[in-house]
Nanobody, 122 residues
Framework: QVRLVESGGGLVQAGGSLRLSCAAS????????MGWFRQAPGKEREFVAT???????FYANSVQGRFTISRDNAKNTVYLQMNSLKSEDTAVYYC????????????????WGQGTQVTVSS
Protein backbone atom coordinates (compact mmCIF):
# COMPACT_ATOMS: atom_id res chain seq x y z
CA GLN A 1 0.00 0.00 0.00
CA VAL A 2 1.43 3.34 -1.05
CA ARG A 3 1.38 6.01 1.63
CA LEU A 4 2.57 9.58 1.92
CA VAL A 5 2.62 10.94 5.46
CA GLU A 6 3.28 14.60 6.15
CA SER A 7 4.60 15.97 9.42
CA GLY A 8 6.19 19.12 10.79
CA GLY A 9 3.28 21.49 10.69
CA GLY A 10 2.36 23.73 13.57
CA LEU A 11 1.93 27.27 14.81
CA VAL A 12 4.66 29.81 14.08
CA GLN A 13 4.95 33.57 14.21
CA ALA A 14 5.25 35.62 11.07
CA GLY A 15 8.87 35.73 9.94
CA GLY A 16 9.60 32.34 11.40
CA SER A 17 10.45 29.02 9.78
CA LEU A 18 9.12 25.49 9.60
CA ARG A 19 10.26 22.35 7.84
CA LEU A 20 7.66 19.94 6.59
CA SER A 21 8.47 16.30 5.90
CA CYS A 22 6.74 13.79 3.68
CA ALA A 23 7.64 10.17 4.29
CA ALA A 24 6.78 7.78 1.48
CA SER A 25 6.24 4.06 1.87
CA UNK A 26 4.97 1.20 -0.20
CA UNK A 27 7.19 1.94 -3.18
CA UNK A 28 10.19 3.98 -4.16
CA UNK A 29 9.60 7.45 -5.56
CA UNK A 30 13.18 7.81 -6.70
CA UNK A 31 12.14 8.43 -10.29
CA UNK A 32 8.94 10.32 -9.51
CA UNK A 33 8.12 13.97 -9.29
CA MET A 34 7.25 15.10 -5.78
CA GLY A 35 5.17 18.14 -5.02
CA TRP A 36 3.73 20.26 -2.27
CA PHE A 37 0.32 21.90 -2.43
CA ARG A 38 -1.65 23.88 0.12
CA GLN A 39 -5.26 24.71 0.83
CA ALA A 40 -6.37 27.66 2.90
CA PRO A 41 -9.86 27.83 4.42
CA GLY A 42 -12.46 28.62 1.78
CA LYS A 43 -9.93 28.41 -1.04
CA GLU A 44 -8.97 25.83 -3.62
CA ARG A 45 -5.90 23.68 -3.24
CA GLU A 46 -2.96 25.40 -4.91
CA PHE A 47 0.47 24.45 -6.15
CA VAL A 48 3.46 25.36 -3.98
CA ALA A 49 6.54 23.53 -5.24
CA THR A 50 7.67 20.55 -7.28
CA UNK A 51 10.87 18.52 -7.39
CA UNK A 52 11.68 16.50 -10.49
CA UNK A 53 13.47 13.16 -10.42
CA UNK A 54 16.69 14.83 -11.56
CA UNK A 55 16.68 17.40 -8.76
CA UNK A 56 15.35 20.37 -10.66
CA UNK A 57 12.69 22.42 -8.94
CA PHE A 58 9.91 24.87 -9.65
CA TYR A 59 8.01 27.12 -7.26
CA ALA A 60 4.85 29.17 -7.15
CA ASN A 61 5.59 32.88 -7.39
CA SER A 62 4.13 33.42 -3.93
CA VAL A 63 6.80 31.26 -2.27
CA GLN A 64 9.77 31.72 -4.61
CA GLY A 65 12.85 32.66 -2.63
CA ARG A 66 11.29 31.69 0.72
CA PHE A 67 10.52 27.97 0.36
CA THR A 68 12.86 25.15 -0.66
CA ILE A 69 11.83 21.65 -1.69
CA SER A 70 14.34 18.82 -1.33
CA ARG A 71 14.49 15.08 -0.98
CA ASP A 72 16.47 12.39 0.80
CA ASN A 73 16.31 9.37 -1.47
CA ALA A 74 17.79 7.06 1.14
CA LYS A 75 14.89 7.89 3.44
CA ASN A 76 12.28 8.12 0.68
CA THR A 77 11.38 11.48 2.18
CA VAL A 78 10.66 14.90 0.72
CA TYR A 79 11.00 18.15 2.63
CA LEU A 80 9.65 21.66 2.34
CA GLN A 81 11.73 24.24 4.16
CA MET A 82 9.64 27.34 4.72
CA ASN A 83 11.33 30.58 5.76
CA SER A 84 10.08 34.12 6.25
CA LEU A 85 6.58 32.82 6.79
CA LYS A 86 3.64 35.14 6.32
CA SER A 87 0.08 34.98 7.58
CA GLU A 88 -1.07 34.21 4.04
CA ASP A 89 0.97 30.98 4.16
CA THR A 90 -1.55 29.60 6.67
CA ALA A 91 -3.04 26.46 5.13
CA VAL A 92 -3.12 22.70 5.19
CA TYR A 93 -0.07 21.50 3.28
CA TYR A 94 -0.22 18.34 1.19
CA CYS A 95 2.52 16.19 -0.24
CA UNK A 96 1.98 14.45 -3.57
CA UNK A 97 3.78 12.13 -5.98
CA UNK A 98 3.36 11.70 -9.70
CA UNK A 99 5.02 10.66 -12.92
CA UNK A 100 6.25 13.38 -15.19
CA UNK A 101 8.23 16.56 -15.26
CA UNK A 102 7.47 19.96 -13.70
CA UNK A 103 4.07 18.87 -12.47
CA UNK A 104 2.06 21.82 -11.18
CA UNK A 105 -1.56 20.71 -11.46
CA UNK A 106 -3.51 18.59 -9.00
CA UNK A 107 -4.64 16.08 -11.61
CA UNK A 108 -1.04 15.31 -12.56
CA UNK A 109 -0.34 13.72 -9.19
CA UNK A 110 -1.44 10.18 -8.40
CA UNK A 111 -0.61 9.84 -4.72
CA TRP A 112 -1.50 12.27 -1.92
CA GLY A 113 -0.87 12.57 1.78
CA GLN A 114 -3.45 13.51 4.39
CA GLY A 115 -2.05 16.99 4.98
CA THR A 116 -0.47 18.90 7.84
CA GLN A 117 -1.70 22.21 9.24
CA VAL A 118 0.54 25.26 9.15
CA THR A 119 -0.67 28.35 11.00
CA VAL A 120 1.26 31.61 10.84
CA SER A 121 0.30 34.22 13.41
CA SER A 122 0.83 37.89 12.63
Amino acid sequence: QVRLVESGGGLVQAGGSLRLSCAASGRSFLNSAMGWFRQAPGKEREFVATLNWNGSTFYANSVQGRFTISRDNAKNTVYLQMNSLKSEDTAVYYCAAGEGYYLTRLGEYKYWGQGTQVTVSS
